[in-house]
């Protein structure tokens, strides 16, 4: 049973050699983290207002290129299926689907299959400002993920989600349970997102050497990643991307806490 994983703004790679961390670079220094929750509801407005005020001007997004050209190309014909699927399934049980839409399991499919708010709301400022905006995620990685939409989607499996109990916690507690992790609790394997931990370590490690190949490249000097909260953690048994970059807690922002106050 799976429940989870458009803008003209161009989309760039980090350069030759970002398979390979520098561990001597000091490229990350001044660079923010900005953790997120994906289905935070004011998620787009909360991320456009930190970019302006921190007056960012290079952004590294938790997305890789084929995952946002997948969703460029197939999401409306995915949701289109979604939909269909759900109104297949209302007649099955004779309900309405509106009863199934505000499932929170299921809706949240419907969510994933979009583009995050985190890419359009840093695309909108990118295009606006003149930055630059990097997809710094591994397609590879993508790619098995997005393999198993088709199930996800399935009716199928949109029934199985129907039966379980539509439970998911508030958006604050989610960030609230964040800011716990990110303050230095231990985050132990067994809180993993999913997934084999090698597949999730080599991820890391991709996403880092991008990282740190862009800013080498371009040297900006208020760079900031946005992308889920998990990868701002430490002291589990994978080396996540804050571990990887050498970024301390002062550098570690969640975005419910950033308010309007300039940051630095």
């Known amino acids: 049973m799976k429940s989870n994983p458009s803008t003209d703004n161009p989309i760039h790679l980090a350069g030759p050699g ?22 935070d509801p004011r998620g787009f407005a909360r991320t456009r207002a930190f970019l302006e005020n921190h007056r960012s001007d290079l952004i590294l997004i ?5 995952a946002l050209q997948f969703r460029k190309e197939r999401s409306s014909e995915l949701r289109k299926l979604f939909i269909r699927n759900v109104r297949t ?24 299959i979009g583009i995050p708010f985190e890419y359009r709301a840093a695309a909108s400022y990118a295009k606006r400002e003149g930055v630059d905006l990097i997809a710094v995620d591994d397609s590879g990685f993508s790619r098995q993920w997005i393999a198993t939409w088709p199930e996800m989607i399935a009716a199928e499996n949109i029934e ?39 597949i999730w370590q080599r991820r890391e490690k ?6 740190t190949s862009a800013l080498e490249r371009l040297k900006p000097a208020r760079p900031v990643y946005i992308g889920g909260w998990w990868h701002l953690t430490s002291g589990g048994s994978i080396r996540t991307l804050r571990e990887l970059l050498g970024i301390g807690n002062d550098s570690c922002l969640l975005l419910d806490r950033t308010g309007t106050a300039r940051t630095r």
Do not use: W
Request: some cysteine; aromatic content about 8%.
């Open 206 to 211: 991709y996403m880092a050497a991008q990282i």
């Open 160 to 198: 199985q989600l129907f039966k379980l109990e539509s439970s998911v916690p508030p958006v604050a507690s989610l960030y609230a349970r964040a800011a716990t992790k990110i303050g230095g609790v231990q985050f132990y394997p067994g809180t993993l997102p999913g997934g084999d931990a090698l």
């Open 89 to 112: 399934l209302c007649k099955k049980l004779a309900i309405e689907p509106r009863a199934i839409r505000k499932h929170a399991q299921i809706a949240s499919i419907f969510r994933q």
């Open 18 to 39: 970002a398979d390979l961390l520098s561990s001597n670079s000091n490229a990350s220094a001044g660079l923010i983290l900005l953790g997120t929750v994906h289905s």
């Open 62 to 66: 938790e997305i890789s290129p084929f």
